[in-house]
């Protein structure tokens, strides 16, 4: 194992110039990552809602407080951007879109595609199915 | 021999966890959009309204599926940061560990909690 540890490193991330490609890979990380809250406190929302009508209220006061709001909005971006960016992922291990020139397209594709789909998703939520 | 030395298991398995991560993916396509339609249903829905929407066996069915493949995505990713960014090799093994109990109970916790609500 001692050879391991020697083994030469490549430049620290630091002394790189941040580009769009590798600003959006580390942002799907850190989406991911959201998500993996999400997904706690979707399951805490089930388990409120199988306890009985009592504790439901009470998860959907949480839901429905600012809080709540800023949170279920931080998520729904995050679950788009993933979405969108995996689907990219998808598309490089089929072996397309590794031009450079492609990567940056995709790339704008996804941050404009994760807004407007954000965005879509609450308009149509809180206007038109008029659910909240 | 080489894989051995190296504690990096069987040769043959070495594609599993990068399959597993793009099969689960593929899946959490459609089962992400089903969701996102599903929300707006769900935010503002009073109990009743609630039971009444999973008494269709889609909606649990989904949710099942949703809360199964998606937490064994995040299994995966969660995986792959440890891994990353964990460099002592004690802590990155009880952070797996931890990671993968808490997934586990999570899956059960979320698929009790369906069946419950199903029944």
């Given at each position: 194992?001692?050879?391991?540890?020697?083994?030469?490193?490549?430049?620290?991330?630091?002394?790189?110039?941040?580009?769009?490609?590798?600003?959006?890979?580390?942002?799907?990380?850190?989406?991911?990552?959201?998500l993996?809250?999400?997904s706690?406190?979707l399951v805490?929302?089930?388990?409120?809602?199988?306890?009985?009508?009592?504790?439901?209220?009470?998860?959907?006061?949480?839901?429905?407080?600012?809080?709540?709001?800023?949170?279920?909005?931080?998520?729904?971006?995050?679950?788009?951007?993933?979405l969108?960016?995996g689907?990219?992922?998808?598309?490089?291990?089929?072996?397309?879109?590794?031009?450079?020139?492609?990567?940056?397209?995709?790339?704008?594709?996804?941050?404009?595609?994760?807004?407007?789909?954000?965005?879509?998703?609450?308009?149509?939520?809180?206007?038109?199915?008029?659910?909240? | 021999?080489?894989?051995?030395?190296?504690?990096?298991?069987?040769?043959?398995?070495?594609?599993?966890?990068?399959?597993h991560q793009r099969l689960t993916a593929i899946a959490l396509i459609p089962l992400t959009l089903f969701f996102?339609?599903?929300?707006?249903?769900?935010?503002?829905?009073?109990?009743?309204?609630?039971?009444?929407?999973?008494?269709?066996?889609?909606?649990?069915i989904a949710l099942a599926l949703l809360v199964g493949v998606g937490l064994w995505h995040m299994k995966l990713g969660?995986?792959?940061?440890?891994?990353?960014?964990?460099?002592?090799?004690?802590?990155?093994?009880?952070?797996?560990?931890?990671?993968?109990?808490?997934t586990?109970?999570l899956g059960?916790?979320g698929l009790?909690?369906l069946?419950?609500?199903?029944?």
């Amino acid at each position: 194992m001692a050879d391991v540890r020697n083994r030469p490193l490549s430049p620290h991330l630091q002394v790189y110039r941040p580009q769009i490609t590798s600003v959006l890979s580390i942002t799907h990380r850190a989406t991911g990552i959201v998500l993996s809250l999400g997904s706690v406190f979707l399951v805490l929302w089930l388990l409120a809602a199988a306890s009985g009508p009592r504790a439901f209220e009470i998860a959907q006061d949480c839901a429905g407080s600012w809080l709540g709001y800023v949170f279920l909005f931080a998520f729904s971006l995050a679950l788009f951007y993933h979405l969108l960016n995996g689907i990219r992922h998808l598309f490089w291990d089929m072996g397309h879109g590794f031009e450079l020139t492609t990567a940056t397209r995709t790339g704008w594709a996804v941050v404009l595609g994760a807004l407007a789909l954000t965005a879509v998703a609450w308009i149509l939520g809180t206007h038109i199915v008029g659910g909240m | 021999m080489a894989s051995k030395k190296r504690r990096l298991g069987p040769a043959h398995t070495g594609t599993g966890h990068f399959w597993h991560q793009r099969l689960t993916a593929i899946a959490l396509i459609p089962l992400t959009l089903f969701f996102v339609g599903l929300l707006p249903n769900l935010a503002g829905a009073t109990y009743a309204e609630f039971v009444t929407l999973m008494k269709f066996p889609v909606t649990p069915i989904a949710l099942a599926l949703l809360v199964g493949v998606g937490l064994w995505h995040m299994k995966l990713g969660l995986q792959t940061i440890i891994e990353d960014y964990i460099h002592s090799e004690g802590c990155k093994v009880a952070a797996q560990i931890c990671m993968t109990f808490a997934t586990v109970l999570l899956g059960v916790a979320g698929l009790v909690a369906l069946v419950m609500l199903a029944a």
